[in-house]
């Protein structure tokens, strides 16, 4: 039997070595490096590794002759999920979910498959719950069980000898921690074998057309484990997020191939499984009665929708000589240089306080338009002072004081007036050409400006 060759990958950036050291030379990560042993090849393979885009032919062609036909998405029967994977499935992808332990990945496909397999051939593999598991799962859900195919497998080369006969046109794989190829000398779960069942599953996909789910764990930190090259082969890489507190959960699109990333779907954990919120702009502006200083709403954009999200500040005087920094879905250093605008362009020092801020309903806001929302939302609670409670601000701010235009202007306004909001602040680069003559618009260009517009409400 031939020997199996060492090498060392990188669990941060996916690079490869042929030695243990330290520290990562690619990414300058310390300790992430981990022993993979490539398969020994010593076993016949029954599934052809040639061609792995699926194509055996070499032959040369134009980009504009390459039929679509063959490629159509289909619906998945949630468009939650449809928005989230760019419109559709496509055939031949390959999808890694990845989620925290009872965020409802498992549910999530379950209901996905017993939907699909009423018009299409699905196989759920499972390697983590035997078949009664799975089946007393679907009948507490009353789903529709009489045509999906059940598979209880761990071994990844036999899962593809089945799919071969079977050719589903959908299938998942639960989950690819638990999966093995007997070529490889390590356990599952370990990089070696983690790395070599996902390409396996990959080549798989490509060849025969059949789309592919893989549920995936995640590290204490929420990132996916394995090695980062899993993220590399697949063609779309999905987060299923969840808090403790809350029976709500964010689908959110990490990479995708067939559509915009970023996507954001909502869904709602209920006794019956997961089930769609149409509308997720209303489950994150619940807000209390009287208003309240410190609170204030803005419009964020996530994938290709715009979203209505809360924002709450507390501004209190520090104890200690190093005031407090601390932000809940926002990034604390563009937080700290936000304080530092509003020193320098707004004249109010926040150097002796400390300041926390809170994005409500766990939403975690990764653009710069929610800029103008939080430092006013944190002026309302240093003053004492509610801003109105049918108020939206939304808006990015320079490093000189200056408003600065946002991605979508146009449809952040649409939605806010849509929730009745009628007083907006934006910036003025964004003021739409027509709005209906009950809603008050105030388009400026610094902040200074928008200092002199609140001392007004």
Excluded at 106 to 120: D, P
Excluded at 270 to 294: W, Y
Excluded at 332 to 346: D, E, F, P, T
């Amino acid at each position: 039997m031939a020997k199996a060759k060492l090498a060392f990958v990188c669990a941060d950036c996916g690079a490869s070595f042929s030695k243990w050291q330290g520290q990562c030379a690619e990414c300058k990560a310390w300790n992430t490096l981990t022993e993979f042993k490539e398969a020994s090849g010593s076993k016949s393979r029954s599934v052809s590794f040639n061609g792995y885009s699926g194509q055996l032919s070499q032959s040369v062609q134009l980009l504009s002759d390459v039929d679509l036909s063959d490629q159509p998405r289909f619906s998945s029967g949630m468009e939650e999920f449809d928005r989230v994977l760019g419109g559709g499935i496509v055939k031949g992808s390959v999808i890694l979910v990845g989620g925290h332990p009872g965020a409802g990945k498992s549910t999530l496909l379950l209901q996905t498959m017993c939907v699909l397999a009423e018009q299409r051939s699905a196989l759920y593999v499972t390697g983590e719950e035997s078949l009664q598991q799975v089946a007393l799962r679907a009948n507490r859900l009353r789903l529709p069980v009489q045509k999906l195919k059940m598979l209880s497998e761990t071994n990844v080369e036999a899962i593809c000898q089945v799919a071969q006969e079977l050719k589903p046109d959908i299938m998942v794989v639960d989950s690819i921690q638990v999966m093995h190829v007997p070529d490889v000398e390590s356990a599952p779960g370990s990089v070696s074998q983690v790395r070599e069942a996902a390409a396996w599953l990959t080549r798989f996909a490509k060849q025969t057309g059949s789309a592919v789910f893989i549920v995936g764990h995640v590290t204490k930190d929420g990132s996916l484990a394995g090695p980062k090259v899993l993220e590399h082969m697949i063609d779309c890489s999905i987060m299923l997020e969840s808090s403790g507190d809350t029976r709500f959960r964010t689908l959110r699109g990490i990479k995708n191939r067939f559509g915009a990333v970023n996507e954001l779907g909502v869904f709602a954990m209920l006794d019956s499984g997961l089930r769609e919120v149409k509308n997720p702009s209303s489950i994150f502006l619940n807000r209390a009665s009287q208003p309240a200083p410190g609170s204030l709403v803005t419009i964020i954009w996530e994938g290709t929708r715009p979203l209505l999200v809360e924002i709450q500040a507390l501004v209190d005087e520090s104890p200690f000589g190093n005031p407090r920094r601390v932000a809940v879905g926002q990034d604390s250093n563009r937080l700290a240089m936000l304080l530092a605008v509003l020193n320098r362009h707004g004249g109010v020092f926040t150097g002796d306080q400390d300041v926390f801020l809170n994005v409500v309903g766990g939403v975690r806001i990764s653009e710069t338009g929610a800029d103008l929302a939080v430092l006013l939302a944190i002026l309302s609670s240093l003053r004492d002072r509610a801003l109105p409670q049918d108020l939206v601000v939304f808006g990015e701010l320079g490093l000189s004081g200056e408003l600065r235009p946002v991605p979508s202007g146009q449809e952040r306004v649409q939605e806010a007036i849509k929730h009745g909001f009628k007083r907006i602040i934006l910036p003025a680069a964004n003021k739409p050409k027509k709005v209906s003559d009950d809603v008050q618009l105030w388009s400026l260009e610094s902040l200074q400006q928008v200092l002199e517009v609140i001392a007004d409400l």
